[in-house]
C-alpha cells in the first residue's frame, strides 16, 4: 500500500512553475497596460522565457519521478524542454512587428503562447496516460485560440473552427484509444503499462490493436501525417503567421516527443508488425507531401505541405524502432524546428500594413534589396532539403541510416526521391527571390526582434549542421530509457 | 452483475454515434454536442474497466476528461461566436474561403 501522501518533488516540473506563474502575472499586467504599450508585455514574456530556461540548469543530469510516477524528468524529457523554450522565445521575437501591423497587439497573445509553452513542456515529461492527455490539451487549446486570434479576419476565425474540430476529433479518439490501452493493461503508468505488455506477450490482442489504430489516428492528426493531414494546409495559411510557426515548430516538437514515449511504451514496436501500419503512413505522407507541395503558390500553403512532409521522415525513425532511430527524430525535430521558424520569419519580414505577403510572388526580388535575407533563406532551404553542411542534413543522415540498418531499404529509398522532389519547389522559391524584378513598394518589415529570429535560427541551422556531436550526444544518451 | 462487454458495447455505440456526427452534420453547435458524446463514451469505458479490475485509476480520470471537456466547449462556443458576428451562420459547410 502506497503511503496516504506520496513524496511529491516539486523540483521535477520547476521550470513549468514558474512559467505558469508568470503567465498568470501576465493576465494580471495586461490590464494595467495601455494598448500602444502591449509590446513591453512581450519583453515580460521573453523574460519569462529566459528565467525558465535557467531554471533548467539545475536540473540537468538529475533522474526524477515524481507525482506517483505521473512525471518523470530525464535528460530525454530536459532535452526537449530547452529546445521549446527556445522555439517559443522567437515565436515571441517575431511576433512583435506582425502583432501591430494585424491590430491584434493584445496583451493576451503572449500570454497564450506562454500557456501553450507550458503544455508543450510538460508533453515530454508525461509519464501517465493522464499527464499526458492533461499536457496535451493544454496545448491544444491554447493553440485553438492563438489560431483563431485576429478575431476581425474571416481567413483567421475559419482556420481557428477548422482547427477546433480536427483539434478536438484527434483528443477524442486519442482518449478512446487511451480507454482501451488501460482496459488492456489495467494501469494507466507508461512504464508498468511496457511491463505488462512484454511480460504478457499479448501484441495481438483485440483491444491492443484497437488501441493502437486509435492513437495512431490521433497523434496523425496532431502531427499531421497522411491521410489525416486536410487540416493542416487550411489551418496553415489562415493563422497568424508567428502562430503558423509555432503550429509547425513547437506543436510537432512536443506531438513528437511524447509519441515516442507513449509509443515505445505502450507498443512493443521492435515486435510485431506495428511497423507494416506506419511504414504505409510515412510514405504516404511524405510522398503526398512533397507531390502537392510543387504546385502550391501560396508560401504558407507550400510550408504547410513541406511540413507535412517532414512528419513522413520523422516516422521514419519510429519505424526502425532502434537508438539510432529514435536519436534521428531528436535531432531532425530539432532541427527542423529552427529551419522551418528560420523560413516563417522571412515571410513575417514580408507582411506590411495592408499587405499580407504570403504569395511566392511577393519574395519577388527580394535578395537583390536585402542580400543577408536571400542567403539566410538558401540556409534554410538546403537544410529542408537536407544538403549539407547544415541541420537537416545530420538529422536525415541519421533517419536514413536508421531506417537502412533496421533492413527497410525501401523507406529509405523512397525518402531519398522524396528529398530530391522537394528540391525543387524549395529552389522555385529561391529562383523568385534572386530572379525576378523586385516591386516598386518593396519594404521589409525588419525590427530588432526580427533581426535576432533571423540571425539565431540561421546560427542554429549552420551550427548544428557543422558542429552536431554535443547534440548527437545528448541524442543518443537520452533514448538509452527506451531500450 | 452485467458483464463488461455490455458496457463496451454501448460506448462503442456512443463513441460512432459521435463521430458520424462530426462527420456528417453541418451545424457547429450539433457538432460540439457530437464531440461531448466521444469524450463521454471514453469516461464510460474508462470507468467500467476501472470497476473491474478493481483499481480506481480510471474512474480519476474520467473526472478530469469531464473538467477538459467543459474547457473544449467554452474554446468552442467563443470560436463559434466570433464566427457569428462576422458571417451570421453557425453552418460548417460555408467556411469555404480557404480550399487547394
Not at chain 1, 80 to 93: E, R, V
Not at chain 1, 324 to 331: H, R
Not at chain 2, 24 to 30: E, V
Request: charged fraction near 10%; aromatic fraction near 12%.
Amino acid at each position: 500500500m502506497d503511503p496516504i501522501l506520496p513524496d511529491i518533488q516539486l523540483i521535477a516540473i520547476l521550470p513549468e512553475i514558474i512559467l505558469a506563474l508568470l503567465a498568470c502575472g501576465l493576465f494580471v499586467a495586461e490590464s494595467f497596460i495601455q494598448r500602444e504599450k502591449k509590446e513591453q508585455l512581450g519583453y515580460y514574456a521573453i523574460g519569462a522565457l529566459a528565467l525558465t530556461l535557467l531554471s533548467t540548469i539545475p536540473l540537468w543530469g538529475k533522474e526524477i519521478s515524481t507525482f506517483s510516477g505521473m512525471v518523470v524528468l530525464d535528460s530525454y524529457a530536459l532535452f526537449f524542454k530547452t529546445a521549446l523554450i527556445l522555439i517559443s522565445a522567437i515565436i515571441i521575437l517575431m511576433s512583435f512587428e506582425y502583432v501591430k501591423i494585424e491590430r491584434i497587439n493584445l496583451g493576451e497573445y503572449y500570454g497564450v503562447i506562454l500557456f501553450a509553452t507550458v503544455g508543450m513542456m510538460l508533453m515530454p515529461s508525461a509519464n501517465d496516460l493522464l499527464s499526458f492527455y492533461l499536457s496535451l490539451e493544454l496545448m491544444s487549446m491554447s493553440l485553438y485560440v492563438l489560431v483563431a486570434f485576429m478575431r476581425k479576419d474571416p481567413k483567421s476565425v475559419e482556420s481557428g473552427i477548422k482547427y477546433f474540430l480536427t483539434g478536438v476529433l484527434a483528443s477524442g479518439i486519442i482518449l478512446y484509444g487511451i480507454a482501451f490501452l488501460y482496459g488492456t493493461s489495467g494501469t494507466t503508468n507508461l512504464g508498468e503499462i511496457s511491463v505488462f505488455i512484454k511480460t504478457q506477450e499479448i501484441g495481438s490482442s483485440p483491444s491492443l490493436i484497437m488501441a493502437f489504430i486509435l492513437m495512431i489516428t490521433g497523434f496523425g492528426f496532431k502531427i499531421a501525417a497522411v491521410p489525416f493531414h486536410m487540416w493542416a494546409p487550411d489551418v496553415y495559411e489562415g493563422a497568424p503567421t508567428p502562430v503558423t510557426a509555432f503550429l509547425s515548430s513547437g506543436s510537432k516538437v512536443a506531438a513528437f516527443s511524447v509519441m515516442l514515449r507513449v509509443f515505445i511504451n505502450s507498443f512493443d514496436l521492435n515486435s510485431g508488425s506495428w511497423w507494416q501500419i506506419l511504414w504505409i503512413i510515412a510514405v504516404m505522407t511524405m510522398t503526398l507531401g512533397n507531390l502537392v507541395a510543387l504546385t502550391q503558390t501560396k508560401l504558407k500553403r507550400m510550408l504547410a505541405y513541406s511540413s507535412i512532409a517532414h512528419a513522413g521522415y520523422l516516422l521514419m525513425g519510429l519505424i526502425a524502432a532502434s537508438q539510432i532511430g529514435y536519436a534521428g527524430i531528436m535531432i531532425y525535430l530539432v532541427g527542423y524546428a529552427f529551419m522551418t521558424l528560420g523560413a516563417f520569419t522571412v515571410i513575417v519580414l514580408l507582411c506590411r500594413k495592408n499587405h499580407r505577403g504570403d504569395q511566392i510572388s511577393d519574395l519577388a526580388g527580394v535578395a537583390r534589396t536585402n542580400p543577408f535575407v536571400g542567403l539566410t533563406f538558401i540556409l534554410f532551404a538546403l537544410s529542408l532539403i537536407g544538403i549539407p553542411p547544415t541541420a537537416g542534413f545530420v538529422g536525415k543522415l541519421f533517419l536514413f541510416n536508421a531506417a537502412i540498418q533496421g533492413g527497410f531499404y525501401w523507406l529509405a529509398i523512397i525518402g531519398v526521391l522524396n528529398s530530391t522532389v522537394s528540391l525543387y519547389y524549395y529552389f522555385r522559391v529561391v529562383r523568385v527571390m534572386y530572379m525576378d524584378e523586385p516591386a516598386e513598394d518593396l519594404a521589409l518589415s525588419f525590427s530588432p526582434g526580427m533581426k535576432i529570429a533571423l540571425g539565431f535560427t540561421a546560427g542554429m541551422t549552420l551550427l548544428l549542421g557543422l558542429y552536431p556531436e554535443p547534440i548527437i550526444r545528448a541524442a543518443i544518451d537520452s533514448v538509452k530509457i527506451f531500450l | 452483475m452485467i458483464p463488461l462487454s455490455y458496457y463496451i458495447v454501448v460506448s462503442t455505440t456512443m463513441f460512432v454515434v459521435g463521430l458520424v456526427g462530426i462527420l456528417i452534420r453541418k451545424n457547429f453547435l450539433i457538432i460540439l454536442f457530437s464531440i461531448e458524446l466521444m469524450l463521454n463514451a471514453a469516461n464510460i469505458n474508462l470507468v467500467a474497466f476501472s470497476h473491474y479490475s478493481g483499481k480506481v485509476d480510471g474512474q480519476v480520470m474520467s473526472i478530469f476528461i469531464i473538467a477538459v471537456a467543459a474547457a473544449e466547449a467554452a474554446i468552442g462556443l467563443a470560436i463559434i461566436i466570433i464566427l457569428f458576428r462576422g458571417k451570421a451562420t453557425t453552418n460548417v459547410d460555408e467556411m469555404d474561403l480557404m480550399k487547394w
